[in-house]
């Protein structure tokens, strides 16, 4: 089945008080090296049927008009493809 | 005035600004989010609280809702709506107003008494107030921090859209100290801090809120005079 993932992003001029929060995390934890973290959102979208332009252009307005606010983030769409059969990592057997 | 006070799952505030509204000498009518209909109201107040969960962004969800569709267009033809806290966040959200809020600067849940100036008494929400009044209402927010481009803060400055401008302390990172701006027209206000918890002496912090719903009475009264 075909996926498509959106990312969003805080535009780099927004302030983004959450990525702050978890780079002053990171240190406390005995992390060191990171000088900054943005946090944003990622979507994975699950389509019916075969994956054309016109579905992606389409998850491009969803994106647009609903899943980021163009005033403070940013967003990237891209397609990926999901095997058959996914192993599940981490699961107890 | 019939003034309607939206309900959407999450809402807090509904009840207090329904409240507000009647101590402000007007009828006030409940609308529901999954209606498409404002009842025949001549304003409209979208209240505080956490509409839809804050899921998303606070305000995406809410800004599809049905009678959102309906307050748009109202909005557009130049009925009064006002917009406290998640109802700025919502009004934000639907184009009405432009910028966005995000989370607080300092990353905490602020509640406060907050001190705010009156810099546009020119709308039908502020128009009982001296320009230049300072006021003390409540502050409550997350996610209360007014952004905006540049070009967007100079143009809301040059005319004279800031509606209110926070004082002494800058509680939530709010560029340009803002605490609510109007929309060209002036009909839709949106206000971070809350009013409607500030009309009555018994609680809040004193009567400085009831302004706020007490303006469109004054506007329709010089409306009559001007056109008697």
């Not at chain 2, 207090?16 to 999954?34: N, S």
């Not at chain 2, 003390?136 to 400055?157: C, W």
């Not at chain 2, 701006?181 to 004193?206: C, D, F, K, Q, Y």
């Amino acid at each position: 089945m075909p996926r498509v993932v959106v990312d969003v992003m805080p535009k780099p001029e927004i302030l983004d008080p959450q990525g702050k929060a978890v780079l002053g995390a990171l240190p406390r934890l005995g992390f060191s090296g990171v000088t900054d973290v943005r946090q944003g959102k990622r979507f994975e979208l699950e389509v019916e049927g075969e994956l054309t332009d016109d579905v992606v252009e389409q998850v491009r307005q969803m994106a647009a008009t609903l899943l980021s606010n163009p005033v403070i983030e940013d967003f990237t769409v891209s397609v990926e493809t999901v095997p058959a059969a996914v192993e599940t990592v981490g699961s107890a057997s | 005035m019939r003034v309607g006070v939206v309900t959407f799952p999450g809402s807090l505030d509904d009840v207090d600004a329904q409240r507000a509204a009647r101590i402000g000498g007007h009828e006030a009518v409940g609308l529901w989010h999954g209606d498409h209909d404002l009842r025949g109201v001549d304003a409209v107040v979208l209240p505080g609280g956490f509409s839809y969960g804050d899921y998303l962004r606070c305000g995406a969800l809410s800004r599809f809702s049905p009678v959102m569709t309906e307050v748009v267009e109202a909005a557009r033809r130049g009925m009064p709506v006002l917009g406290i806290c998640n109802g700025f966040q919502i009004l934000c959200e639907s184009h009405l107003l432009p910028g966005a809020l995000i989370r607080n600067d300092h990353r905490r849940f602020v509640c406060r008494d907050q001190r705010l100036r009156i810099e546009n008494n020119r709308t039908p929400w502020t128009a009982a107030y001296d320009e230049g009044a300072e006021i003390t209402i409540a502050l409550k927010n997350g996610e209360g921090g007014f952004v905006a481009d540049a070009e967007t803060l100079d143009r809301l400055e040059g005319e004279g859209r800031v509606v209110a401008r926070y004082l002494e302390v800058n509680p939530n990172g709010s560029m340009r100290d803002i605490a609510g701006i109007a929309n060209e027209r002036g009909n839709v206000v949106g206000l971070m801090p809350h009013p409607e918890h500030s009309v009555e002496e018994l609680t809040g912090t004193g009567t400085d809120g009831l302004g706020f719903f007490t303006s469109f009475a004054r506007v329709a009264d010089l409306a009559e005079a001007v056109l008697a």
